[in-house]
């Protein structure tokens, strides 16, 4: 039953109309709820997925922290080793130098050593020369020597004779023979023996030998 412009429904009607929308309603809510809940497991899921890319990442980082301390721990290392390679390049250079002062005394030795050997080289060669002249000297001494011995015998063998020829002089025996001058007749110390550079005996290499004479040293006279 109606009414122009309005319409009229019965309880009946009403009420099967909100059964069916509520059927809709509910079955709509359920569908969403459905939704709702398998967006929630999608969400729980991403959420487990998501964790655990933070557990892994958590992971990779305290790792990585890990390999940043061996990092530094290996820099603090290197830092020290350079510390150590620098002062074993400043020994080294030390070294070098002190290598090169050695090497310079080396030659400088050498140089000297060089001359030192020069000069034994000279002073054997003048020893050398000086042994030679030694040889000759001491030969011309044996030659001289035996020459000496010669004009001594025949010094000896002339006195001889020149005693043997001499004529006796004047002399006075007391306890002891004494000479006597012929011409004052001083005796004693009054007398002397001189050369008598007139009575030639022999030479001993250039040099002559000559015989005794006596002379009275009161009044000169010689015999």
Known sequence: MHK????????????????????????????????YKAEISDFKASLTSKDNEIKSSEETISNL?????????????????????????????????????????????????????????????????????LNELKKDLEEKEKELGEQKSKLEKIETELNSTKPVQPTEYTSEERLICPSCGSVGKDIKSEEDKSKVLGYIGHSPMYGKKNVCKKCGYSF
Do not use: C, F, P, W
């Not at 009420?15 to 709820?33: A, E, H, S």
């Open 4 to 35: 122009r412009g309005v319409i009229y429904i019965s309880q009946d009607e009403l009420k099967d109309l909100t059964d069916g929308l509520d059927d809709k309603l509910v079955k709509g809510l359920q569908n969403k709820i459905e939704d």
């Open 65 to 133: 922290n890990s390999e940043i301390e061996q990092g530094k721990s290996k820099i603090s290392e290197l830092e020290s080793k350079s510390a150590e390679i620098d002062g074993l390049n400043s020994e080294i250079g030390n070294l070098k130098s002190q290598v090169e002062d050695l090497t310079n005394k080396n030659e400088e030795m050498n140089n000297k050593l060089g001359n030192l050997n020069t000069k034994i080289e000279e002073l054997n060669t003048a020893l050398s020369e000086k042994e030679s002249n």
